[in-house]
């Protein structure tokens, strides 16, 4: 079951509605301040909840479990209904835009198998797992992004490698000549 919940704090009548499947609601309040503090400290990605989690006396209450197909649904119905509501995306249109999951489609070599299974946490399994998944995607946005920043054209093996089109390339060149 998904809880949906809300962010509530005597300071400002704001309200901010999540939707978590974390069995106790402490653990993700404690959660939020925990991304609250990496964003204060290291500049992480700023979240809506923030303009709550700056005040000490943040409260979590469960407003419904919901079952996970209706989860989207419930927590936009929520925000929508919910007066002062702070919230900047809809879960249902976020999830439009999310990257797809990947199933087990994924086709490493038996070097990044052993590396895999050899990392010392689930975490650092995890991000190995996805640096391996896109690691040609993110090398052709890099290569993009230094057309863009330099003008330089990238070398043939790498237009091959990466799939590189005419068209991206020319886009790319043409934004340095923008700037």
């Known amino acids: 079951m998904i809880k949906i919940y809300k962010l509530t704090t005597e300071n400002t009548p704001s309200v901010y509605i999540g ?46 479990e919901v079952d996970a197909s ?3 649904e419930e ?19 976020y999830q439009t835009t999310r990257p797809k999951k990947r199933s087990g489609d994924d086709h490493f070599t038996d070097d990044q198998n052993t590396k895999i299974s050899n990392c010392p946490t689930k975490n650092a399994e995890y991000v190995l797992r996805n640096y391996y998944r896109y690691k040609n995607e993110k090398l052709k946005y890099h290569a993009l992004k230094r057309v863009r920043n330099t003008g330089m054209l990238p ?12 068209d991206e390339i ?10």
């Not at 974390?22 to 400290?41: A, C, D, G, I, S």
């Not at 927590?75 to 249109?93: G, H, L, V, Y």
């Not at 020319?170 to 700037?179: D, G, I, K």
Request: net charge positive; hydrophobic share 30%; glycine share 2%.
């Open 19 to 64: 939707s978590t499947k974390v069995p106790k609601l402490q653990t993700r309040l404690n959660q939020h301040r925990q991304q609250f503090k990496l964003y204060q400290r290291d500049g992480r990605a700023s979240m809506s909840s923030f303009e709550l989690m700056k005040y000490s006396d943040v409260k979590i209450s469960l407003i419904k």
């Open 70 to 72: 209706v989860r989207d």
């Open 75 to 93: 927590e936009s119905e929520a925000q929508k209904t919910t007066p002062n509501c702070i919230n900047i995306r809809d879960p249902k249109k």
């Open 155 to 166: 070398r043939a093996t790498t237009i091959d490698k990466y799939k590189i089109s005419a």
């Open 170 to 179: 020319l886009e790319a060149v043409r934004t340095f000549q923008r700037n």
